[in-house]
C-alpha cells in the first residue's frame, strides 16, 4: 500500500488529494447527498467523479473523505463504493481506502502497526474510521 501512495505521490509531485484527482482526470463534484453519505466514487460514461456532500463543512474532513474516495478510484478502479451510507459496506475494500488515505495524508509515511490495527478494527464502520482520521490530525493541502 505504502509503495502505491509513493508512487502516486511521485507522479503527481504532490500529497495533496485534491491535486491528485485533478491529475488523474478524475471531477471532484460538491452535492447535496444525504447526510449519511459523506462520499462516492462514481464512474459514468468513461468520467471519474469523486462525489463529496456539501454540508461537510471543515476542510480536513473534506481532505479525509477525499483522499478515502480516491484511494477507492486508485485501488478499485471501476468498482462503486458508497463511503458512509446505508449500502451493504464491503469491509475489506473499506479498510484498503482508509488506510490508503492514511498514508496519503500522512505524506507517504510508515504507519505505526497500532494505527493500522485500528483502521482494520473501524474498517466496517466509515464514521469511526472518519473520526480516527481526523483526530491523527493529518495535514491536507
Known sequence: MIATVNALMDECGTKCP???????????????????????YVVSNAKKYILLNKR????ID??????????????HGNCVIQA??????????????SLFAAHLLAGGKELPCS???????????????????VRLSFSCC
Do not use: F
Open 84 to 97: 458512509n451510507g446505508n449500502w451493504q459496506q464491503e469491509g475489506n475494500k473499506e479498510y484498503q481506502a
Open 56 to 59: 461537510i463543512d471543515s476542510h
Open 115 to 133: 494505527i493500522k490495527r485500528e483502521i482494520k478494527r473501524c474498517s466496517r464502520n466509515p464514521n469511526r474510521t472518519h473520526n480516527l482520521l
Open 18 to 40: 485534491y491535486k491528485i484527482s485533478k491529475k488523474l482526470g478524475i471531477r471532484i463534484k460538491n452535492l447535496d447527498l444525504p447526510e449519511s453519505i459523506r462520499g462516492l
Open 62 to 75: 473534506k481532505c479525509v473523505v477525499l483522499a478515502h474516495e480516491l484511494g477507492h478510484a486508485v485501488l
